[in-house]
């Protein structure tokens, strides 16, 4: 007669690690030794994957150089980390190659910078990258259809073009979803609030001329950076697509809240 015995997982190692989990088995009287297992999983990145980081890295950095401080490489990197440390807190984990080459990718061709015929395409303008990538690392992004997914992250990362969408009933269940798309959304939108934001927003309106505060009534109002507060960043954390960018997105939240208090206490000249 087989004697029964349990089985019990004894450690979930963190998601850094090329440990899955660990697996004790504890055996009857008869067999007092307990047996582990251990099951592995492939590191991310792999070398070649890491490759191809790189390459994208360089085309974000080469490209970022030629825009504002409030889209600039290091913002890039910000939404990058963000949306990769995401992804690691996300019930089903998604492909960490696509959210890390999408957060790289997404401002490459934002609409405030670059011509409507190139925005207009994302895959047609970085097939080139991806069929080098094949050539040069074997990840083939266009065989196995991460390079179109990859593109259509980008394509609908922003928030203009969430809110066309949907006002157009264009939006579709793979909006809803795309747990890729949900990464790289929060993580952008994350740091479109908070400190990061306050700076952001400041910057791009100097670049763009425009009044950082203006009163109610002011011509310049409807344009001011603080006017911008209003008609989205604080809509932001309400809109937030994952738990884990939710729970960043309180925090952030709360400081966009109590500086436009500050703003406009210092503007009624209080103390």
């Known amino acids: 007669m087989i004697e029964p015995w349990e089985v ?20 009857t009287t008869s067999h007092p030794t307990p047996t582990q297992f251990w099951f592995s999983r492939v590191m991310y990145p ?11 890295e360089d085309i974000m950095v080469e490209t970022m150089a030629r825009y ?25 984990r998604p492909d960490m190659l696509v959210v890390e080459l999408a957060a790289l990718l997404h401002d490459v061709l934002d609409k405030k910078y670059v011509s409507a015929d190139d925005a207009a395409d994302p895959y047609r303008f970085f097939l080139p990258f991806f069929e080098s990538m094949a050539a040069q690392h074997g990840i083939d992004l266009v065989q196995d259809g991460r390079g179109r997914l990859i593109a259509q992250v980008i394509d609908n990362v922003s928030w203009t073009t969430e809110k066309k969408l949907k006002e157009k009933g264009l939006w579709t269940t793979w909006h809803e979803k795309c747990v890729e798309l949900h990464c790289v959304q929060d993580a952008d939108r994350l740091d479109a609030i908070g400190a ?17 505060y203006a009163p109610v009534g002011d011509p310049k109002q409807p344009r001011s950076a603080i ?12 809109r937030l697509k994952t738990e884990y960018g939710q729970r960043l997105g309180a925090k952030r939240h709360r400081v966009l809240l109590d500086f436009i208090a500050a703003v406009e206490e210092e503007h009624e000249g209080g103390d």
Not at 8 to 27: C, G, M
Not at 75 to 91: D, E, G, S, Y
Not at 227 to 238: A, P
């Open 227 to 238: 006017q911008h507060f209003h008609d989205k960043l604080v809509h932001i954390r309400d």
């Open 46 to 56: 792999t070398e070649a994957e890491k490759a191809v980081i790189e390459a994208a």
């Open 8 to 27: 019990h997982v004894d450690a979930y190692p963190s998601a850094d690690s090329d440990l899955l989990f660990t697996i004790t088995v504890s055996w």
């Open 68 to 92: 504002d401080p409030s889209h600039d490489a290091y913002h890039v990197r910000r939404v990058r980390k963000t949306a990769l440390k995401i992804a690691q807190n996300v019930p089903s």
């Open 196 to 212: 990061f934001g306050i700076m952001r927003c400041a910057a791009y309106s100097a670049v763009t001329n425009n009044a950082l």
